[in-house]
């Protein structure tokens, strides 16, 4: 079994930044891929960005630019920079990782984005 605990949520003005940290219970290199996704009130979960076990990243449309997704080996830790928010990324962000044959996910952090 694999834990998932994400933190750095919070409220932040229109404009400001966050970042977003997701601790794994194992180290990083076994999954093959782990991203962020959000899911705002009433609508589905989204995709955000991903980061595969080669580095490669995606990115929604909706936040080129603006979050960049990274993560940290030796600290066993998926990271969101998340720059020039917008009220409309208010969401719950959750920590997902895959493995050959299972997807884990992490309890999820609130961001709201308000003045």
């Known amino acids: 079994q694999v834990q998932l605990v994400e933190s750095g949520g919070g409220l932040v003005q229109p404009g400001g930044s966050l970042r977003l940290s997701c601790a794994a219970s194992?180290?990083?290199?076994?999954?093959?891929?782990m991203a962020w996704y959000r899911q705002a009130p009433g609508k589905e979960r989204e995709l955000v960005a991903t980061?595969?076990?080669?580095?490669?990243?995606n990115y929604a449309d909706s936040v080129k630019g603006r979050f960049t997704v990274s993560r940290d080996s030796d600290k066993k830790t998926l990271y969101l920079q998340m720059n020039g928010l917008k009220p409309e990324d208010t969401a719950v962000y959750y920590c997902?990782?895959?493995?050959?044959?299972?997807?884990?996910w992490g309890q999820g952090t609130q961001v709201t984005v308000s003045s």
């Open positions: 997902n990782a895959v493995t050959y044959g299972n997807g884990f």
């Open positions: 194992r180290p990083i290199f076994v999954f093959i891929a």
């Open positions: 980061i595969t076990n080669g580095g490669s990243t």
